[in-house]
Antibody
Framework: QLQLQESGPGLVKPSETLSLTCSVS??????????WGWVRQPPGKGLEWIGS???????YYSPSLKSRGTISVDTSKNQFSLKLISLTAADTAVYYC??????????WGQGTLVTVSS | QSALTQPASVSGSPGQSITISCTGT?????????VSWYQQHPGKAPKLMIY???NRPSGVPNRFSGSKSGNTASLTISGLQAEDESDYYC??????????FGGGTKLTVL
């Protein structure tokens, strides 16, 4: 059974950069059938798609990020990562990593809460 | 891209059927048959319930079904059970190769 696990800081200061990593186990990130994505959910609010990456390196991002986000993949470590710059309080959310197949996320990490505060 | 439109809340009694709508545009819901539905219980990660408009992943009860007409997709839950009380989100691929979610619907089982 594929498992996804997010890791990263729980607290980040405003204007700083968030770096999260998703470790994939019991499955290969190099499968051509899937994309690997990030979804976030502010406290008490709905889901927001951030972006996704194919192991080949092709990336797709939500226009709402306004070019603040970068997703990368490390096939040697079976991991993919999210970097989000210029953080504000509005970026406070639970961040999930997912495996996408035809835009459907069938596998999710448990989520990690990131709070942006000084 | 704007979020897909879902009703904020729906309710039904045990055994009844309910339908949650998800309205988008010709650039997302209407463009492809790549609409998904998720169930999310409080404090938990979302769970995929429907993909490709009508398909159920293994293990999802056949009480859950999906459909689409034009720019609107729908999730129907028949034989409502107490455990179905949850938040539900739709999503769709867009013509820009991105994904957009709906605002979410809170289902209350009376």
């Amino acid at each position: 059974q594929l498992q996804l696990q997010e890791s990263g800081p729980g607290l980040v200061k405003p204007s700083e950069t968030l770096s999260l990593t998703c470790s994939v186990s019991d499955g290969s990130i190099s499968s051509s059938s899937f994309h690997w994505g990030w979804v976030r959910q502010p406290p008490g609010k709905g889901l927001e798609w951030i972006g996704s990456i194919h192991y080949s390196g092709n990336t797709y991002y939500s226009p709402s990020l306004k070019s603040r986000g970068t997703i990368s993949v490390d096939t040697s470590k079976n991991q993919f990562s999210l970097k989000l710059i210029s953080l504000t309080a509005a970026d406070t959310a639970v961040y999930y990593c997912t495996r996408e197949y035809r835009s459907a996320s069938g596998y999710w990490g448990q989520g990690t809460l990131v709070t942006v505060s000084s | 891209q704007s979020a897909l439109t879902q009703p904020a809340s729906v309710s039904g009694s045990p055994g009844q059927s309910i339908t949650i709508s998800c309205t988008g545009t010709s650039s997302d819901v209407g463009a492809y048959n790549y609409v998904s539905w998720y169930q999310q219980h409080p404090g938990k990660a979302p769970k995929l319930m429907i993909y490709d408009v009508t398909n159920r992943p293994s293990g999802v009860p056949n009480r859950f079904s999906g459909s689409k007409s034009g720019n609107t997709a729908s999730l129907t839950i028949s034989g409502l059970q107490a455990e179905d009380e949850s938040d539900y989100y739709c999503s769709s691929q867009t013509t820009s190769s991105t994904v957009v979610f709906g605002g979410g619907t809170k289902l209350t089982v009376l």
